[in-house]
C-alpha cells in the first residue's frame, strides 16, 4: 500500500527566514505540536484520501524556515513526493521517511501554525493510517534526534463500504440477552462436566490448605500456589493448623493425586465441607485450582474478605488441544518484564500453555546473548541514526530519541531466566523465537557494527565470524515491510557460527533456569524476491553444492543446516508455514506445497496465512494432511493485533482481517471454511473461493497440535495497548483451545448451527461481562486494561436506544457534547433528541470507560 503525497503547505503568516541555529540549537523541539486529519476519502473520485499534518509553535522563539530536517514513521509507503508547496518528503528505509523544507519554507513564530495536506492512494480506515513519531534533526547536529512535543489524531467521519456505525452496532447486539447470573456456568473456559450440586462452601481464615495423599510433596508447589492464593482474597490471616486439627479436615482445600485422570485433566469438587481438587498430574492440579479461581465470585477480587461464599459443584475436566498458546511480538515494540509476567498470569488463568515469546525482528533484537553483546548494546536500540553504528533507525513512531520505552529495551540474561521460572511454575511452556533469514535487520547491523569495531582493531578472522551480510552484495529487493537490508545470507558459513552460538546460549539459560526447551522457532516468514541474486558467497557456495541451482534452493539448505544445529541440542525446530514449503510453480505461477524432505523431520509448522480470497486459504490443512505437525495461527480468527471492526477509533491493522470477540470463539479449527462469514474487509464472503481447497483429513486432523492466539507489535506501544487488543479476545480464543468442540461446530444444518451459535454466542457474552471481565478488572498487580465495546446506539421516533455487546457494562450518556465519564447520567430508558449532541459510553465496575458512541443524526 503506498502513499502518493501531493505535499501543500499553507502558512498561516509568512515572515523572513531565520538564520540556521547554532551547534546547540537554540529552538527547543518539544515546543513544537503535530496533528494529522484525514480530510475526505474518495479524494477527487479516487480510491484515495485527502490529508493534513498541521504543525504548531507553542514555544516562546520563532521555529526556523530552515537548518532542519524532519523524520516520521509510516506503516504505508510514500513515493517519491510531487510537491506542490515548499517541502521534500523521501523514503528512508522501512516505515522512516524525511520532510525536508524548501527556499520557501517560512518561518513560524509563536502560536502559528503550518499545515500540510497530502493525498493517500487508499481511503483511511483507522488511526494506525497516519504519520507519526515526528522528531527533528539540526543540519548542524546530523547525528542526533529531538523529539518533538505532543502528537493528537484528530477526528475523521469517513464514509466507505464497510463502515461500523453505532446503528450497526446496535443491530448487532439486538438478539443478546440480559441473562440472571445464576443461569451461567461459573467455571471458565467451559468444562467437560459441569453440574451444581447446591448449597455453598464458606470459605475463611480458618480453611485448612493441604494434601490427603501419603507422599506431600508430589503436589507441593500446586498446594502453595492455593495457599498463597486464598490468602491474597481473605482479610484475615490464614490460620496454621496443628497436627490433629488437620487430620480433623473440619474445613479442608485439598490437593490429591489421583490416577487416570491424564496428562492435564482433573476434578474438582466443592461441598458445604470443602474444595477437594484431584488430578493425577501437577499440571492437572494447577488447573484444577485455575477453575476454583473463576468459581470464586468476581466481587471477591475487587478486595479481601473475611469470608466468600463458593458454590458446590462436581467438575471433570481435561482440554480438548495440548497446545494452547499465544504469541507475543517484543521485537518491534519493547513490553517490560513486569507486563510479560502480567500476560504470563492471565494465560494461567485460563489455562493456555504455550507461551510464543517472539524476541527478536527487523526493529529490535530483545534478549541478552551472553556470548554477542553487540546483539543488545546495538540491536535494542532505536533513535536517529545516520550508520547504525551504535543503534537502529526509529520505527513504529519511537522518535528520534534514543532513551524511549517501546523502541528501546530488552531483557537481561537475569530478567529471562526470572521470566522462565515464573512461566515454570505456571506450567507454561516459553518457545523463544529467533527471527531469521528474514526480519533479522537488528541482528544484521549488530553484526556489522561488531565487524567495523573489530576491523579497526586489526582482528579480521574475529571480525567476520558472526558476519551475517556480504558487504559486496549488490542484490536489490524490498520486503513486505519495505526494508531492503533485512535479510541474512544464508551463504556465508559465518550466518551458522551466528546460529549455533546463539542456540547455545539460549539453552544454557534454560538449564539454569531448569526449565523445559523443547524447541526453537526460527521463523522463516516473509523472505522476498531477488534475495541472494549478486551474493558473491550465494555464487562460491553454488559452485561446489549441485544441489543448489537457484536462490529457492538455499531455503532448503539454511533451514537443513538449522534443523541439524537445534537437533544436536535434542530439540527439534519450529517456524512459520514458509519452513515447510516447498516453491514450485503451476501453470507458469509461483506454487507451494509441502516439502517432502523436511516431513521425516518433525518439524512444527505454524500456520497464519489464510487470508479469505488470496488462494491460501486451505494452506494449514494441506500441511497437516502431508503429515506435518501444525499449528493454527490463522490471521482471519486469531490475530488480535487485527483491528475489532472498521471504524476510525479502532486501533490496529486490518490487512488480513477485522476480528472482534467473535471471531476467536466462532473459530472452527476442524473446519474453519464453515465458520468463514466475511472477507477480509468486513463484507460477506463468495464461498466460490473454498472450492477445490482441501478438506482436513482425519490424518490430518491428528496432526493439528492445536491453536495459536497472536499479538505483534507494530501498533502496541503501551502496555495498556497490549492489554486491550488481547483481552477480552484472549478469553473467547481460551474457550476455544480447551472446550470441547461445540455442537453447533459439529452440527450439518445450517440454520440449527446458527442458532445453537447465537445461544452459545449470548452465554459468552454474559459470562465475561458478570464474571470474568469484572474479575480481570481486580486481577494480579491492578488489574487489565480490556477492551470495552462501544454502545450500539439509534434514533428510533424522535428517541436515542442504545445496547451493549457485553451484558453486565453501564451505559452512560452526556447531552452537552462532552464525552461521558464515570459520574455522567446512567442510561436506562430511551433518550429524547433534543437536538443537542447526545454521546454514548460503556464502562466497567472501576469507571473505566471504552470508546465514545456518537449517533449520527439524520
Not at 499545515?115 to 542526533?144: A, C, H, L, M, S
Not at 484528530?154 to 447470573?181: C, H, M, R
Not at 522476498?528 to 550465494?538: D, L
Not at 481460551?734 to 470441547?740: F, L
Amino acid at each position: 500500500m503506498r502513499y502518493y503525497l501531493t505535499i501543500i503547505l499553507t502558512a498561516i503568516t509568512f515572515v523572513n527566514a531565520m538564520a540556521k541555529p547554532a551547534d546547540e540549537p537554540k529552538f527547543n523541539a518539544r515546543d513544537l505540536s503535530i496533528s494529522w486529519q484525514a480530510i475526505q476519502n474518495d479524494y477527487q473520485n479516487k480510491q484515495q484520501s485527502l490529508n493534513a499534518v498541521t504543525i504548531t509553535n507553542n514555544g516562546k522563539s520563532t521555529f526556523p524556515a530552515s537548518g532542519w530536517k524532519m523524520y516520521f514513521n509510516s506503516a504505508r509507503l510514500i513515493a517519491p513526493a510531487t510537491t506542490t508547496g515548499n517541502a521534500t518528503i523521501a523514503f528512508v528505509n522501512g516505515d522512516l521517511f524525511s520532510l525536508t523544507p524548501a527556499g520557501t519554507f517560512t518561518e513560524i513564530k509563536p502560536g502559528e501554525s503550518v499545515r500540510i495536506d497530502f493525498v493517500g492512494e487508499e481511503p483511511v480506515v483507522n488511526i494506525t493510517d497516519g504519520p507519526e513519531g515526528f522528531y527533528v534533526v539540526w543540519d548542524t547536529q546530523p547525528d542526533k534526534g529531538y523529539n518533538i512535543g505532543a502528537f493528537a489524531i484528530k477526528p475523521f467521519k469517513p464514509s466507505y463500504v464497510g463502515l461500523i456505525t453505532p446503528a450497526i452496532i446496535y443491530d448487532q447486539n439486538k438478539n443478546i440477552q440480559d441473562l440472571p447470573e445464576q443461569q451461567l456456568t461459573k467455571v471458565f473456559p467451559t468444562p467437560v462436566s459441569y453440574k451444581e450440586t447446591g448449597g455453598y462452601f464458606t470459605l475463611d481464615k480458618h480453611v485448612i490448605v493441604g494434601t490427603a495423599i501419603i507422599d506431600e510433596g508430589a503436589f507441593s508447589e500446586e498446594r502453595n500456589i492455593l495457599k498463597s492464593y486464598l490468602q491474597s482474597i481473605l482479610s484475615d490471616k490464614l490460620i496454621e493448623p496443628t497436627r490433629s486439627e488437620t487430620v480433623k479436615q473440619l474445613k479442608a482445600a485439598q490437593v490429591n493425586f489421583v490416577q487416570g485422570f491424564g496428562s492435564e485433566g482433573y476434578e474438582l469438587n466443592v461441598d458445604v465441607h470443602g474444595i477437594f481438587i484431584q488430578a493425577s498430574t501437577a499440571e492437572g492440579a494447577f488447573y484444577g485450582i485455575q477453575s476454583l479461581k473463576t468459581l470464586i465470585p468476581a466481587s471477591a477480587y475487587a478486595h479481601p474478605q473475611k469470608e466468600i461464599q463458593i458454590p458446590c459443584v462436581e467438575i471433570k475436566d481435561s482440554p480438548r488441544f495440548p497446545y494452547r498458546a499465544f504469541m507475543i511480538d517484543v521485537g518491534r515494540n519493547f513490553q517490560p518484564k513486569s507486563e510479560i509476567l502480567k500476560v504470563l498470569d492471565v494465560m494461567a488463568l485460563y489455562k493456555l500453555n504455550v507461551f510464543h515469546f517472539h524476541l527478536t525482528d527487523d526493529e529490535g533484537w530483545r534478549l541478552e546473548i551472553p556470548s554477542i553483546p553487540e546483539l543488545t548494546s546495538v540491536g535494542s536500540k532505536r533513535g536517529h541514526t545516520v550508520d547504525a553504528k551504535n543503534n537502529l533507525p526509529p520505527s513504529h513512531g519511537s522518535g528520534g530519541e534514543v532513551d524511549n520505552k517501546t523502541g528501546t529495551g530488552y531483557y537481561t540474561k537475569a530478567d529471562f531466566i526470572e521470566i522462565l521460572k515464573y512461566a515454570d511454575k505456571l506450567h507454561i511452556q516459553v518457545v523463544p523465537e529467533i527471527e531469521s533469514p528474514g526480519h533479522a535487520r537488528a541482528a544484521i547491523k549488530s553484526m556489522n557494527a561488531r565487524y567495523n569495531r573489530l576491523m579497526a582493531e586489526g582482528k579480521k578472522t574475529e571480525a567476520e565470524h558472526y558476519l551475517l551480510y556480504d558487504p559486496n552484495d549488490k542484490s536489490q529487493y524490498s520486503s513486505n515491510q519495505y526494508w531492503n537490508d533485512n535479510i541474512m545470507d544464508v551463504s556465508l558459513p559465518s550466518t551458522y557460527n551466528f546460529v549455533e552460538t546463539v542456540v547455545n546460549d539460549v539453552v544454557n539459560m534454560y538449564k539454569e533456569a531448569a526449565a523445559p526447551l523443547k524447541t526453537i522457532n526460527f521463523g522463516g516468514d516473509e523472505v522476498p524476491a531477488h534475495v541472494w541474486e549478486k551474493s558473491p558467497a550465494y555464487l562460491t557456495l553454488k559452485a561446489s553444492h549441485p544441489e543448489i541451482q537457484n536462490t529457492g534452493d538455499l531455503w532448503y539448505y539454511f533451514y537443513g543446516r538449522v534443523n541439524q544445529l537445534v537437533k544436536a541440542k535434542g530439540l527439534y525446530l519450529s517456524g512459520w508455514e514458509e519452513m515447510a514449503l516447498r516453491k514450485t510453480a503451476l501453470d507458469g505461477k509461483p506454487f507451494y506445497v509441502p516439502n517432502p524432505d523436511f516431513m521425516p523431520e518433525h518439524l512444527q509448522a505454524e500456520v497464519w496465512n489464510n487470508t479469505l480470497g488470496d488462494g491460501n486459504e486451505d494452506l494449514a490443512y494441506k500441511l497437516a494432511n502431508a503429515g506435518y505437525k501444525t499449528v493454527l495461527t490463522c490471521v482471519t480468527n486469531l490475530y488480535f493485533d487485527m483491528a475489532n471492526y472498521k471504524s476510525f477509533d479502532e486501533p490496529g491493522y486490518y490487512w488480513g482481517a477485522f476480528a472482534d470477540a467473535d471471531k476467536p470463539f466462532s473459530f472452527i479449527p476442524y473446519d474453519y471454511f464453515k465458520n468463514s462469514k466475511v472477507d477480509k474487509n468486513g463484507l460477506p464472503i463468495n464461498r466460490n473461493i473454498f472450492i477445490g481447497k482441501q478438506r482436513l483429513t482425519e490424518y490430518g486432523k491428528s496432526n493439528i497440535l492445536g491453536l495459536q492466539s497472536a499479538v505483534w507489535g507494530e501498533n502496541i506501544k503501551s502496555t495498556d495497548r497490549l492489554e486491550y487488543m488481547m483481552l477480552p479476545r484472549l478469553l473467547a480464543f481460551a474457550e476455544r483451545a480447551w472446550s470441547k468442540d461445540p455442537d453447533w461446530a459439529t452440527e450439518t444444518n445450517p440454520a440449527k448451527s446458527d442458532s445453537l451459535y447465537n445461544v452459545a454466542w449470548v452465554n459468552f457474552l454474559n459470562i465475561l461481562g458478570k464474571r470474568e471481565l469484572p474479575r480481570l478488572s481486580y486481577y494480579g498487580n491492578g488489574g487489565y486494561n480490556y477492551r470495552i465495546p462501544k454502545p450500539g446506539v439509534i434514533l428510533q421516533d424522535g428517541k436515542y436506544l442504545a445496547n451493549n455487546q457485553i451484558p453486565g457494562l453501564t451505559i452512560r450518556y452526556t447531552t452537552d457534547g462532552k464525552d461521558p465519564d464515570a459520574k455522567s447520567k446512567v442510561y436506562n430508558d430511551a433518550v429524547t433528541n433534543t437536538g443537542n449532541t447526545i454521546k454514548f459510553r460503556a464502562f466497567d465496575t472501576k469507571g473505566r470507560g471504552g470508546n465514545v458512541s456518537e449517533p449520527v443524526t439524520p
